[in-house]
């Protein structure tokens, strides 16, 4: 009984064909390589799941992945004897987007195709991505440890049906067929085929295997023979990889077609030896401020993969930070559970976490466009990690930029080193301001006398901006000062006739102040002459030791 059905897909997947197959048109051949990391996943799982019940082995432990061919046919196969997939796991991984991203991705698609394109490289693509090479995909699978007639057939044509039968299988793991649509021939050939698994698969550590191409003679056994390099990047000499080859490596683990914008890698030796290749992309994800984006690093124990996204390996603000952390000391069998409290972990995140921001401050020396790029891109979580992360809070600091009352339009551009530079004679604090928007900020009558007196003011008007004032109660030395409290000693900045003047206006408006203080008693704890302000008649200000008026409204929305 093979228990024939078809099935519908989820909408979202004939919609995710349909813009998979328009948008990645320069960029077809990438079919492969997902269909290549599926199979090296597959195996890593196997290999994982086998180290707790080893008969899911059944004695075949010689992982491999295949990639063949038929002229005549007009197909391309490839295969895994990873961990397989029985009937339900195929209806749920293959016909359905369960994953949250997914959705989030759906939301964000803007109906611009070279947008959108765009977002599909941020993604990851997967296994849709055949369609659009092919018209027909047929995949067959059984799940490691199951009987040979549980076998599953499944195939499609991608125009949103597809069909799911038992069949019997007697190797365990996944086999896909592409039947190629009629334009696609350039992927019959061993020379494409072989060039695009080196491009993009050289760094998977499985044997990639093809048939030996070409003049055998006549009634041999064809034989196989590896493809690709199948060694761990990480594991080479720096000086022996090319920045192709990072590069490349990079859009393997970040489903990325862009380049990143700086890599670090390392090997680390004391009381724990680990390898570190950590990668700053160079675009925020679409998906970076949703909660269910999923952060943190690959984990490999002596190059055996144990598990993605393992997020207790990078603090929540560096989540957008790809690559991998290989551990020759953990042992195989960890756990999420186990790395929450893990000594071992915690020493390999804080020191990770060191060398990202020394990579960071790195750029930032060295050169100070891609820093500003990166800024753009990365700005606003950064700033997280001033309430984040306390042991690095300095170097953090170092790495903040701000629109100032000197910047040109909203450009966050100046850090908290080039406004100590930047202080006049005497000036002891830096002055911020913080409003809802930067047009609020920019424009607050409290900042004319600053104006005035050539002292320049941080404009902040990021939300988390609202906490750099709390959070960092000085910088090398000098106090953060919010315009907005209390009264603020300029006296310094003031000549001689200023003052003099300054008295007389005070004489003159004493009978004003004590009105004001009678009509308003109720409302206000204190009515001051003030010299703040040139233009603007009056303005409000909260006591030294109260809340910014602005921090308090996003307080209170945040129900606090
Ligand atoms: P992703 O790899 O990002 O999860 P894909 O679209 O590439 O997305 O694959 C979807 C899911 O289908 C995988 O997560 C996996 O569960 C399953 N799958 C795909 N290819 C294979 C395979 N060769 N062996 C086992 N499972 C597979
Ligand atoms: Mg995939």
Redesign the pocket.
């Known amino acids: 009984e093979t228990h024939k059905e078809n099935l519908g897909f989820q909408a979202e997947v004939k919609q995710l064909l349909d813009l998979m197959i328009h948008s990645l048109y320069s960029h077809k051949e990438i079919f492969l390589r ?2 290549i ?3 090296s ?2 195996i890593d ?1 196997l290999r994982f799941d086998a180290l707790a019940d080893p008969s899911l082995y059944e004695r075949d432990a010689e992982f491999k992945i295949h990639v063949a061919y038929d002229k005549d046919a007009r197909t391309i196969t490839i295969s ?1 004897n ?4 029985n009937r339900q ?1 195929v209806i749920e ?2 016909g359905t987007i369960a ?1 949250s991203g997914t959705r989030e991705f759906f939301k964000s698609l803007t109906g611009d195709k070279q947008k959108d394109a765009n977002l599909i490289g941020q993604f ?5 991505s055949t369609f659009v090479v092919a018209d027909k995909v047929t995949l067959t ?1 059984r799940r490691a440890g199951a009987p040979e007639t549980e076998g599953v057939r499944w195939e499609s044509e991608g125009q949103g049906e597809y069909s799911i039968e038992n069949v019997e299988k007697p190797t365990r ?2 086999s ?1 067929t592409l039947h190629l649509r009629p334009d696609e021939n350039e992927f019959l050939s061993g020379h494409r085929l072989r060039e695009i698994i080196r491009k993009y698969s050289d760094h998977i550590m499985l044997p990639i295997l093809m048939q030996k191409d070409e003049a055998t003679e006549e009634g041999k056994e064809q034989e196989d023979e590896v493809v690709n390099r199948a060694s761990a990047l990480w594991t080479r000499p720096k000086s022996e990889i090319t920045e192709q080859e990072y590069n490349e490596f990079y859009q393997h683990v970040a ?1 990325d077609f862009t380049d990143p914008l700086a890599h670090f890698h390392s090997k680390m030796e004391g009381t724990q030896e680990y390898t570190l290749l950590l990668y700053v992309p160079s675009q925020a994800p679409f998906d970076l401020w949703t909660r269910e984006y999923h952060h943190g690093i690959k984990l490999y124990v002596r190059r055996v993969f144990i598990m993605d996204d393992a997020e207790k390996l990078m603090p929540r603000y560096l989540r957008f930070i790809r690559g991998v952390i290989d551990s020759n000391d953990l042992p195989l069998n960890v756990s999420r559970e186990i790395l929450q409290q893990n000594r071992q972990i915690d020493q390999i995140r804080s020191n990770a976490t060191k060398k990202v921001l020394g990579l960071l401050s790195d750029i930032m020396k060295n050169d100070p466009e891609k820093y500003e790029h990166f800024w753009t891109e990365f700005g606003r979580v950064m700033k997280e990690g001033l309430l984040e992360d306390r042991a690095n809070r300095e170097t953090i600091a170092k790495l903040l930029r701000f629109s100032t009352t000197l910047s040109a339009g909203e450009k966050q551009d100046t850090s908290l080193e080039t406004y100590v530079s930047r202080m006049k004679d005497g000036q002891d604090s830096i002055y911020y301001l913080v409003a809802d928007s930067h047009a609020a900020a920019k424009n607050s009558p409290l900042l004319e006398i600053f104006k005035k007196k050539g002292l320049e003011v941080l404009l902040l008007s990021d939300p988390l901006d609202h906490f750099l004032g709390t959070e960092l109660a000085e910088f090398d030395g000098k106090k953060l000062q919010s315009v907005s409290k209390g009264e603020i000693d300029l006296s310094k900045f003031t000549d001689e006739k200023e003052k003099e003047e300054q008295q007389k206006t005070a004489d003159e408006a004493k009978d004003l102040l004590d009105r004001l203080k009678g009509t308003l008693s109720e409302r206000v704890k204190d009515v001051r002459i003030t010299h703040r302000l040139t233009s603007s008649p009056a303005c409000l200000v909260v006591d030294q030791y109260g809340i910014d008026p602005s921090l308090k409204r996003l307080l209170e929305a945040s129900g606090q």
């Open positions: 997902e269909l990391s599926n199979a996943d597959a799982r895994d990873g961990i397989g997939m796991e991984h293959i994953k990851g693509v997967g296994f849709y699978t793991g996944t896909i489903h």
